[in-house]
């Protein structure tokens, strides 16, 4: 069964250090998101993308965040400068298309920043 | 802006029927989703109500009131491997690429 992979599973780094987190949406899906869920806490809405550009953010997302599809496969959230707040499980999700309902999520990447 | 309200935590026997309910506020509604999420897992796709009334899927039915901005998620014969927390989730309005607005979940313990 296909499912969403994500890399790495475990992220350690220093305040202030970028990060990249990558994951690997389902082949034939066309709507890539990007959550986070703070330990204990619910599943917060960072980004969404489709046809390569930004479709909506929240006020989570700011500049220190961007996301990029560099190929016809990988879907990347950077974090430029990392603050201690940042620190969270990280979701990669993807949908099928526009009528879709259910999306997919990917096992996470924990991040911990120091 | 959106919210929605379930209950922080629920406990029920193996083999018994329990209800975790969601009441939601948004600015615009959709459909209103269920997932489920075990520990250091991630959240799994169990139900979507677009429409009032109840969906069924094996042990596990979601219902949905729009008049009442209401849902519930009704887990039947539970099992042990059901403790989890579960998460009502609200769709926006449409546009292709909405994402999900999840509620606080709901943390779900079976005991023997």
């Known amino acids: 069964e296909p499912e969403v992979t994500q890399t790495p599973s475990h992220q350690v780094t220093q305040m202030g250090q970028e990060v990249i987190l990558r994951c690997v949406p389902i082949?034939?899906?066309?709507?890539f998101y990007w959550y986070r869920q703070i330990l204990g806490q619910k599943v917060e809405f960072l980004v969404s993308f489709y046809n390569n550009e930004i479709s909506e953010k929240s006020e989570i997302f700011d500049d220190q965040f961007s996301v990029e599809r560099p190929d016809g496969s990988n879907f990347t959230l950077k974090i430029r400068s990392t603050k201690l707040e940042d620190s969270a499980m990280y979701f990669c999700a993807s949908k099928m298309g526009a009528s879709g309902n259910e999306q997919f999520f990917g096992p996470g990447t924990r991040l911990t920043v120091l | 802006g959106q919210s929605l309200e379930q209950p922080s935590e629920v406990t029920a026997v193996e083999g018994a029927i329990v209800q975790i309910n969601c009441t939601y506020q948004?600015?615009?509604?959709?459909?209103l989703s269920w997932y489920q999420q075990h520990d250091g897992g991630a959240p799994t796709f169990l139900s979507y109500?677009?429409?009032?009334g109840l969906e069924e899927t094996g042990r596990f039915s979601s219902f949905l009131s729009r008049s009442d901005s209401y849902g519930y998620l009704l887990l039947q014969e539970l099992q042990m491997k059901d403790s989890a927390s579960y998460f009502c989730?609200?769709?926006?309005?449409?546009?292709?690429?909405?994402?999900?607005?999840f509620g606080k979940g709901t943390r779900l313990s079976v005991i023997a």
């Open positions: 082949s034939n899906h066309l709507y």
């Open positions: 948004t600015s615009g509604f959709y459909g």
């Open positions: 109500n677009g429409l009032d």
């Open positions: 989730a609200v769709r926006p309005p449409l546009t292709g690429n909405t994402p999900l607005v």
